[in-house]
Nanobody
């Protein structure tokens, strides 16, 4: 099962983007049993978990994105979204989705670049 991420791009600091992920290869019941998350990996840095969401939409955010990012999910269609507002240059990274335990194969990710 490999999630497919999309929606990245280039945006100026202060702008917004919404990235999406579809986990079409997973059985719906399996997807719904997972806490899903968005990760990011900046150049020269390790991949970090930035947000998670449970089946019932309880969410967690790493401190650096709190108040700016919002994670959501569509259980019926096996999709996960990350709305990113007030973007900063330090948000520049490749964004990936996976379960909170990284149980699925890693997709190609989607590049988000925030310019000054």
């Amino acid at each position: 099962v490999q999630p497919v991420e999309s929606g990245g791009g280039v945006v100026q600091a202060g702008g917004s983007l919404r990235v999406s992920c579809k986990v079409s290869g997973a059985i719906t019941s399996v997807f719904n049993s997972k806490i899903m998350g968005w990760y990011r990996q900046a150049p020269g840095k390790e991949r970090e978990l930035v947000a998670t969401i449970t089946r019932l939409s309880s969410s967690w955010y790493t401190d650096s994105v709190k108040g700016r990012f919002t994670i959501s999910r569509d259980n019926a269609n096996k999709k996960v979204y990350l709305q990113m507002n007030s973007l900063k240059p330090e948000d520049t990274a490749i964004y990936y989705c996976n379960s909170d335990m990284g149980e699925f194969s890693w997709g190609q990710g989607t590049q988000v670049t925030v310019s000054l």
